[in-house]
């Protein structure tokens, strides 16, 4: 999914996993106001990260909770979260890919 940062393999951190949401029919303001969510929620804070792909023609947006092994639980409860941040905005998520057991 993403290339684990230089260094990671010198630090005994696994490679990241990732968490993939796919949001299709989501436009750009409703995106726009989820990643304002997202922003300043404390779910969200390091070591977790998350990269976003906006919606574009064609190609539904996406949000990606990045993460290593070790903070699969931080992972887990974000994830849940962020759930609820979409519910809020009326979104369906058409699409979770979870990364499976380390």
Do not use: C, N, W, Y
């Not at 390091?46 to 996406?62: D, M, N, S, T």
């Amino acid at each position: 999914m993403t290339d684990p940062p230089s260094g990671a393999g010198t630090s005994g951190r696994h490679a990241p996993l990732g968490i993939v949401f796919t949001l299709a029919g989501v436009d750009d303001l409703t995106f726009t106001r989820i990643l304002r969510d997202l922003m300043h929620d404390p779910a969200f804070r390091r070591p977790l990260q998350v990269q976003a792909q906006e919606p574009r023609p064609g190609a539904a947006a996406r949000l990606t909770l990045v993460f290593h092994p070790e903070d699969r639980a931080l992972a887990a409860a974000a994830t849940q979260r962020l759930k609820t941040l979409l519910l809020r905005h009326e979104v369906q998520v058409d699409d979770v890919i979870v990364p499976g057991p380390a």
